[in-house]
Each structure stands twice: as C-alpha cells, then as structure tokens.
C-alpha cells in the first residue's frame, strides 16, 4: 500500500499532518505528533501585527490625530496575549526542529504586503522546513475593491517570495470571488501551494448586553464538502501543491480530499479532540480502507474526482443546484 506524496517538493510517507495550532506549543506534544506519524507539523502563525508593533507605535505617535487608526490599534490584544513573541517564536521554531527529524513548516498571518513579510528569511534561517502564508482579510471597507484585495494578496506572494529560499504555500479564506481565476493568479506568482480553506470563529450577538461574542467551537467532517469543492476546481489548472484544511477526521475525509487533488490533509480539531494518536488511527484506517477497494496508491487516486474529468464543470453544478431546490423533501 503505497500511500506516499509530495508537498511543496518535500516527499512525505503519507498525507496527514498537523495543522496550525497549539498543538505544537508544548515540546511534548510535539514529540508525540511525531511519534503517532505526523507526515510534518505546522506551528502556530505569528502575526503581521506582532512583527510591525514597533512600526505601529512610531505611527501612533505620528498619527495621534488619526482616531479610526488610533481605534484599529486598540482593537489588537496586548503583546503578552501571543503564546510567542517574535524571538520566542524563532527560538521555538529551532527547539522544535531539533526535536524531531519531520518536516517543521512555520506560519505567518497577516493581509498587507509590506517590510514585515521579510521575516520570513530569519524563519528559514531558523530551521523551517516550509512556511505557510495566512492570509486574512476582513473586508469590510467599501472603498476596496475584491480586485485589490487579490492584488494586495499576490503582492504579498510576491514579496515573501523574494525573501526566501524555502516552499510558500498561501492558506487562503473561503471569501473570494472568482476563486479558481484568483487560485491561477497564486500560482503563476510563484505560490508552491494552496491551502484550502482557513476556517474563523464563531461571531452572534448578544442582544441584551448589545456585544458581539465569539467562540471557537472545533470542526467536524461537515465542513470538508466547501473544501472538496475548492480544491476539485483548481486542481486541474495548478502546478502547486494543495493542501485541505478543515473538516479532516477521518480516513474518509482524507480519501476523499485526495480524490479532489490535494497532495496533502491537514488536521487540528480531530487532533484537539482525540489526541496526537488519532493520526496512527486515522492511517491504519486509511490503509484498510485502501484494501478494501483495492487501491493500491494515492496517486492513483489523486485528483480522479476534480473538475477536469466532468465536461462543462459549471453547467453541472448549476444543474445540480436546480435539482436539489426542486426535488428537496423532508427526511
Ligand atoms: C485553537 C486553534 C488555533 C489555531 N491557530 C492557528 C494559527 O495560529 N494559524 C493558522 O493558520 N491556523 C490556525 N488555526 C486553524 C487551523 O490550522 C485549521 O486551519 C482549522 O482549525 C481547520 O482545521 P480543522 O477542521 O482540522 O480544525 C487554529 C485552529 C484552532 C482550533
């Protein structure tokens, strides 16, 4: 059973791996992610905030009459809310690859292209393996386009691009427009690969205190399907690698993410919920899933359900819609 892959030119002996999060916080844990067959780990992000706070603070001096600038600026948790500073994060980063001998991917999270990216290079200077850019956008500025909310994202490729040696693979939201068009654009820029999709809190309010409250409640299998969707539409038309994060918990949900085209699985809530274990279950189920329907590699299976192998991809999709409106009946 052959369940080997590539992602972002590393081969790697199966495609599970741990996704960005505290998992990686404590030196235990990461250890047991190794030991339980974590295909490579991904640390938390650290964030474009935290790297240009000192920026910031030169800015609120020079713009202390600027108050909606002043207001963002309160708005970002104190720099003793992050579990890693800048150098701590660094220093982590080296404990980390010391620790094990699997691929280390670090993270960085941020929306605009700018200086801060360039901290990339003392990431890969510090051991990192891989680096993943999230990407995050609030848009909500209604004099900005999705044009240049794309344009400021291939500029930050761009950039972090020309700051480092080592793989980028961008983690993207959910939210764009023309996603497969935009997915292109990433890749001709020189993104080594695509991970789909970041997954946000949860917001409600709270009509009798009139506050907007927030909980970030862990996935399950139901948020794979926006997922599959993504990745069957751009795996087809890029060189990059793919990746699916959310919604993986089981050998299922990594078959089927490779049947879509990914390379790659990555998994927090399952790992939150059951431990580091959960991947050594996760591939021994793949492996007699696999079995049982005789296939004898992922790559045979990689990328047969994406988008390419249906003949007019949109007129099936709004077909498939207009089905299920009109033949809906209650369960
Ligand atoms: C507690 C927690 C912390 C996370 N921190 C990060 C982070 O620092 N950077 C990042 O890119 N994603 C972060 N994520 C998102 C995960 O990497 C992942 O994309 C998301 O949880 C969806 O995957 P899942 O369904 O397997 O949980 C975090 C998720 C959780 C639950």
Do not use: C
Request: glycine content about 6%.
């Amino acid at each position: 059973m052959d369940l080997s892959t590539t992602y972002l030119g590393m081969s790697l002996p199966h495609p599970m791996m741990a996704g960005a999060s505290p998992l990686s916080d404590e030196m235990d844990t990461v250890r047991q992610l190794e030991d339980a067959g974590s295909a490579a780990i991904v640390l938390r992000s650290l964030f474009e905030e935290q790297i240009v706070s000192e920026q910031v603070e030169a800015m609120l001096h020079e713009d202390a009459n600027d108050e909606s600038f002043a207001e963002a600026t309160s708005y970002f948790p104190d720099a003793g809310a992050f579990v890693f500073g800048p150098d701590e994060y660094l220093n982590h980063l080296r404990r980390v690859k010391e620790a094990v001998h699997i691929p280390v991917i670090a993270s960085l999270n941020g929306s605009t292209p700018g200086g801060w990216l360039s901290y990339g290079r003392l990431l890969e200077q510090g051991g990192a393996d891989a680096l993943e850019l999230n990407v995050f956008h609030t848009p909500l500025d209604p004099h900005k386009s999705s044009d240049e909310i794309e344009r400021e994202t291939v500029a930050m490729v761009h950039e972090i691009k020309q700051a480092v040696n080592i793989p980028v693979a961008v983690k993207l939201s959910y939210f764009f427009t023309s996603f497969a068009h935009f997915a292109v654009q990433l890749d001709r820029e020189g993104a080594d690969g695509l991970i789909l999709f970041n997954r946000f809190y949860d917001s409600d309010i709270d009509v009798h205190e009139l506050q907007v409250t927030r909980a970030l409640h862990l996935s399950s299998s139901s948020e794979l399907s926006s997922r599959l969707r993504g990745i069957a539409a751009v795996a087809p038309m890029v060189k990059g690698s793919l990746a699916v994060t959310g919604g993986v918990h089981t050998a299922l949900d990594v078959v089927k993410s490779t049947m879509a085209g990914a390379h790659v699985t990555q998994m927090v809530s399952a790992l939150l919920k059951n431990g580091p274990g959960h991947l050594s279950v996760v591939r021994k189920d793949l492996e007699a899933w696999m079995e049982e329907n005789q296939w004898p590699s992922l790559a045979e299976m990689r990328g047969n359900m994406s988008v390419d192998k249906i003949p007019n991809p949109q007129a099936y999709v709004r077909a498939n819609y207009m089905m299920m409106l009109q033949t809906w009946e209650r369960a």
